[in-house]
């Protein structure tokens, strides 16, 4: 259930949560440090209401992160639009639109669409471009309520202005870290079986054809293994698919902590799994076989109490000249059904001689 649930993500919900709230929260911090700087700023430039109404503001970041802290996104995020919007009306209409109090609305145009669903996000765009547009035209036909001096009102202009940079940079860097992290993820997703962590079928095609291409320039032998878990069926029923899934799960890695870093291993379907080993000929590869089946006869697998038997049969092939990768892989496969007709629990091969291409 959790599997087929994951591979019905969509993508957004790699990139919106949970990276955009922890980016939320350093902004938090950020926007504090600013307005703590700002309150200092407008005493020195004689402008006491705007440094006080700083401390408000500050006071909001608090609140705001100890809401993200705990889960609220909603409240915080209130909390941040209200502040924003009223400190930069209040920065605007006292001082004047130089003051560049207005660039901080822009930075919630990228935000808006990482923190809500697109049709609330277009509706909040449009109300928030209605809002910059009014602003706008009440300070072309009006004064500044409190106009401070042209050299203090270029220090808070240049101030706001690499404030609003370096926080459009900062979220740019995070929107491009976690857009490459999400394609990262959806990678991976679309090349590994969600249970094993192994390689999925489609992904090991890939590879074994390109396997297959360098063994047709360099005659590089390739060792091919085929890997059943003896009984798997009679595991689930009599213990339970949810340990079932535990067993394929360790068996995974036992093949993957035997084998080497190299070799191309995938979960082949169901309780089978499928090895590729470059630079490997039929006795070695036999070799690799058997190691793996004497490591799972020596693990013990007990399961809330129960022990439980868990043995591996392997069919065991190589790579012909001007052979295919679906005949060889079939050798293995028929292979694998003389260690299931010879009793289980056991590693065959397929010779050269029964190549048919």
């Known amino acids: ?11 957004s919900a790699f990139v919106r949560r949970p990276q955009f709230w922890q980016v939320a929260k350093r902004c938090c911090q950020i926007a504090g ?19 006080w109404v700083n401390v408000i503001s500050v006071s909001m970041y608090i609140l705001a992160y100890q809401a993200l802290a705990r889960r609220r996104n909603r ?12 400190h930069a009306t209040l920065g605007t209409l006292l001082i004047g639109w130089d003051s560049g109090f ?13 923190s809500m ?62 857009v490459s992290s999400a394609q990262r993820k959806l990678r991976q ?7 094993t962590g192994l390689f999925n079928r489609r992904h090991m095609l890939d590879l074994a054809e390109k396997e297959l291409a360098r063994f047709q320039r360099s005659r590089h032998p390739i060792g091919l293994l085929l890997l059943d878990i003896d009984h798997f069926k009679a595991i689930n029923d ?26 191309l291993i995938a979960r082949w379907g169901g309780e089978e799994f499928l090895a590729i080993l470059p630079d490997t000929d039929l006795a070695q590869a036999q070799a690799s076989a058997e190691r793996v089946r004497q490591a799972l006869m020596q693990q013990r697998w007990c399961f809330d109490g129960q022990s439980v038997a868990v043995t591996i049969s392997v069919g065991v092939s190589e790579l ?34 029964e190549v048919t291409v």
């Not at 259930?1 to 993508?11: D, E, H, V």
């Not at 660039?103 to 808006?112: D, E, G, N, V």
Request: proline residues 4%.
């Open 238 to 263: 009599s213990h339970g698919h949810e340990l079932g899934d535990q067993v394929l799960v360790d068996v995974a890695n036992a093949i993957k902590a035997t084998l080497r870093s190299q070799d």
């Open 189 to 195: 997703m679309a090349a590994t079986d969600p249970l």
């Open 102 to 114: 207005h660039y901080y609305l822009l930075m919630f145009i990228p935000a808006l669409f990482l």
């Open 1 to 11: 259930m959790n599997n087929s649930a994951a591979s019905k993500t969509p993508a």
């Open 117 to 178: 669903p697109l049709r609330g996000a277009l509706a909040a765009l449009v109300s928030l471009w209605a809002f910059y547009l009014t602003l706008d035209v009440v300070m072309w036909t009006g004064e500044p309520l409190q106009p401070i001096s042209r050299d203090a009102l270029l220090a808070v202009h240049l101030f706001n202005l690499s404030v609003v940079f370096a926080m459009f940079s900062y979220l740019s860097f995070f929107y491009l870290k976690t």
């Open 75 to 86: 409240l915080a995020i209130a909390l941040i639009w209200t502040e924003v919007i009223v």
């Open 320 to 353: 012909q000249e001007d052979d295919g990768l679906k005949s060889a892989i079939n050798r293995a496969d028929r292979a694998l059904y003389r260690c299931k007709d010879n009793g289980r629990n056991r590693v065959e091969v397929c010779p050269g001689s």
């Open 33 to 51: 440090t600013v307005d703590v700087a700002f309150f200092f700023l407008f005493h020195v430039l004689g402008s006491p209401l705007l440094a």
